[in-house]
């Protein structure tokens, strides 16, 4: 590993508040480790800010980011970087990318999530309450009170218990909503419905589920799916394309179950 | 509360034509339909290159299926009509969805051109769906190709001159039946006319490439080990219509393909130009 330090000039979109104007405003940061990630180098950013060896034009103070476990599992690190959401890097939110992904003298663009869904709080920082709504509306399942369980008490064959982990990695980031050109929200829908219908205990509420959270979805201005699969691409836990293509499947199967009820 | 779980909002059928992923299913079951009949109306037409009887015997067969060709038709029409209006529901739903857009421009890493413009090639193939009726089952847009007969003598269809005059014919008692033939030759052979023919096609192809792909992945039938094969799909069905629909209009265009007029039945005005 090199000890060379990297300079960078960062352009970041800075907005005050919801209905504010934002823009993109230049920033130089100079003594970034190639070791640091890229959360880190924005703390490097706004240490500068507030101590006022970054020129901030404009005075927008340090830049407004979500951040909360740092180690890629609670999704919350949500940023467009360079236009891509998270960055670079396949299968990395930001907080686990490194800048040693970048190079010395790189100018990096960095933006909020972008959707109609998704508004913008403040600079990097966007609601993603329509998340938790679509959650609430089905994400969830029925189980008896009581003392916990056996852990074996219902068998569950290897596949589905491998595929149903597979899309439970799912970390609600809303990167698939970022990347995708209608601003769609089904592969995260997708590998809701698809962990729940894979596991026996997700039976109870498979009809109700599936078309709570399509119209919870479609209510919060969500798109519709057009197959470009740039979701799936972004997707810092690499949900499978198979997520929508299941929430499709189970939809279609929930109508049907459902007509005249 | 697990009442309330219970309660499912509107599903039924009705969502086919409310929710996002029925728009999607209409789409797909409508575009469905509508690539069965183009491949099918592809070899049809290629059957051009087998000559006149064997193009004129087809045509004749089709308009002779009466009411049902107009079951048919209007089954297409309504299927279109369906099409279409799922397409610009999600277009604009779509659009609504993602009015904010990016700064710097989102680096797309796996779409195509093909699925990016979707909408565009759509909008061509409608415009040139119109001109094509119009043009060769109205016979509006060009009446001077479109009016071609051919009459029946001693029990074979013979090709008629431009001076034919098919009211005058029937009504002497002769039978004739639409020279088809001698319709799609002339009419592809003005240049303009053959050009519109390949870009409506080049269009056509690429809203198949990833439609027929897309339609797969919609209905639920692209899952884990099949995919890779349905991504194949809609390229190849996209390539098979280009080649056989492109074909056409080029081999009238550069003379490739002439009208056969071999044994035309040639009244006595004929010696007049
Ligand atoms: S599907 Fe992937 S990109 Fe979408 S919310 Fe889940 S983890 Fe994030
Ligand atoms: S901060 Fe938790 S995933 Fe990045």
Redesign the interface.
């Given at each position: 590993m090199s000890k060379q330090t990297m300079s960078l000039t960062l352009h970041i979109w800075r907005q005050p508040g919801p209905d504010r104007p934002g823009r993109l405003v230049p920033y130089k940061v100079t003594d970034v480790s190639p070791d640091m990630s890229f959360l880190e180098m924005l703390d490097v950013l706004n240490e500068g800010i507030i101590e006022g060896k970054i020129k901030d034009v404009g005075n927008y103070g340090p830049v407004v980011f979500d951040h909360d476990c740092r180690e890629g599992i609670c999704g919350m690190c949500s940023m467009v970087v360079n236009g891509e959401p998270h960055g670079p890097r396949r299968g990395t939110t930001t907080c686990q990318l490194h800048m040693r992904s970048f190079e010395d003298g790189d100018e990096i663009y960095i933006e909020p999530w972008r959707a109609k869904a998704f508004p913008i709080v403040k600079d990097l920082v966007v609601d993603r309450s329509a998340f938790d709504n679509i959650i609430a509306a089905g994400g969830f399942i029925s189980v008896n009170t009581g003392s916990a369980p056996d852990a074996n008490a219902i068998p569950i064959g290897k596949r589905d218990a491998d595929e149903a982990f597979d899309y439970a990695a799912c970390i609600g980031c809303g990167a698939c909503v970022a990347a995708c050109p209608n601003a769609s929200a089904m592969l995260f829908v997708g590998a809701k419905v698809a962990h729940l219908v894979k596991m026996p205990q997700g039976q109870v509420e498979r009809e109700s589920r599936v078309i709570n959270m399509v119209s919870t979805m479609d209510d919060a201005g969500f798109g519709a799916c057009t197959n470009h699969g740039e979701c799936s691409r972004s997707c810092p836990k690499e949900i499978s394309l198979d997520a929508i293509m299941l929430l499709n499947r189970e939809y279609m199967r929930a109508t049907v179950k459902t007509r005249g009820k | 509360m697990?009442q309330q779980?219970?309660?499912?909002?509107?599903?039924?059928?009705g969502?086919?034509f409310t929710?996002?992923?029925?728009?999607?299913?209409l789409m797909a079951v409508t575009g469905a339909a509508l690539v069965l009949f183009v491949v099918q109306h592809m070899f049809a037409n290629l059957q051009i290159f087998a000559g006149r009887e064997v193009y004129n015997e087809y045509a004749h067969f089709m308009q002779s299926l009466g009411k049902l060709l107009w079951v048919a038709r209007l089954g297409l029409i309504l299927i279109v009509v369906l099409h279409i209006w799922a397409a610009v529901h999600?277009a604009r739903?779509?659009d609504?969805?993602?009015?904010?857009?990016?700064?710097?421009?989102?680096?797309?890493?796996?779409?195509t051109p093909w699925?990016?413009y979707?909408l565009f090639s759509g909008v061509v193939i409608f415009l040139f769906i119109v001109y094509h009726i119009l043009h060769f089952t109205a016979g509006l847009a060009d009446p001077a190709v479109f009016n071609h007969w051919e009459v029946l003598v001693a029990g074979h269809w013979m090709p008629t001159p431009d001076s034919f005059d098919p009211a005058a014919a029937v009504a002497a008692g002769a039978e004739i039946r639409h020279d088809a033939y001698e319709m799609f030759i002339l009419g592809l052979q003005k240049p303009m006319v053959g050009l519109f023919y390949v870009v409506a096609n080049i269009a056509l192809a690429m809203h198949l490439a990833?439609a027929c792909?897309?339609m797969f992945?919609?209905?639920?039938?692209?899952?884990?080990k099949y995919?890779p094969f349905v991504v194949l799909i809609g390229p190849a069905i996209g390539a098979l219509l280009l080649v056989g629909n492109v074909l056409m209009p080029l081999a009238m265009m550069t003379g490739m393909v002439q009208v056969d007029t071999i044994g035309a039945v040639a009244p006595v005005s004929h010696g007049g130009h």
């Open positions: - | 697990s779980s219970q309660t499912a909002k509107p599903g039924g059928l969502a086919l929710s996002t992923i029925g728009l999607k299913v999600v739903l779509n609504e969805a993602r009015q904010h857009r990016y700064h710097k421009p989102r680096k797309y890493q796996v779409t699925a990016r979707m990833h792909t897309s992945q919609t209905l639920g039938l692209s899952y884990g995919r």
